[in-house]
């Protein structure tokens, strides 16, 4: 029997994608502003973006507690991250591979920057991300 449902499942796959997106858009703004003449334009859209996340992640946070969801250990392999979590007294294992992080980092991070991902409407629906910035994180 499965004691993960679907929504749980997603949940525990925002918790370890969020902060690698987090990661992405530091990384991106020391590099914008090492390498730009009038880098702040730049620095805010990513510093926007970065917020936007943060907030998700904070959401994703709280709805892991109110379903009884703990990450307890995080692995990276050479394959991907896996993930070890308990979900309501269930120990559970996630592993995500390393070409379906970058591509759901990809499409969240297109979001983030306010960018069109209507090429990416299944995967909008399959994972219920929210379609605007102005939207909060509905798993």
């Known amino acids: 029997m499965h004691r993960a449902e679907g929504t749980d ?8 994608l969020l902060p690698l997106i987090l990661t992405a858009f530091e990384r991106d703004a020391a590099i914008l502003s090492a390498h ?5 334009p730049y620095l805010e859209v990513l510093h926007t973006a970065a917020a936007m996340a943060t907030s998700d992640l904070r959401d994703v946070r709280t709805q ?20 070890k979590y308990i979900c309501r007294g269930y120990h559970e294992r996630m592993l ?23 090429a990416f ?3 909008e629906d399959q994972y219920r991300i929210k379609s605007g910035p102005n939207e909060s994180f509905s798993p």
């Open 64 to 83: 892991m507690r109110t379903r009884g969801i703990k990450v307890y250990e995080q692995q990276r392999l050479e394959a991907g991250i896996e993930a």
């Open 36 to 40: 730009l003449r009038t880098p702040a």
């Open 121 to 123: 409407k299944s995967y």
């Open 9 to 16: 499942n997603m949940l525990v796959k925002s918790y370890v």
């Open 96 to 118: 995500l591979l390393n070409d379906i992080i970058a591509a759901q980092a990809t499409i969240h991070m297109r979001r983030y920057l306010g960018l069109d991902i209507t």
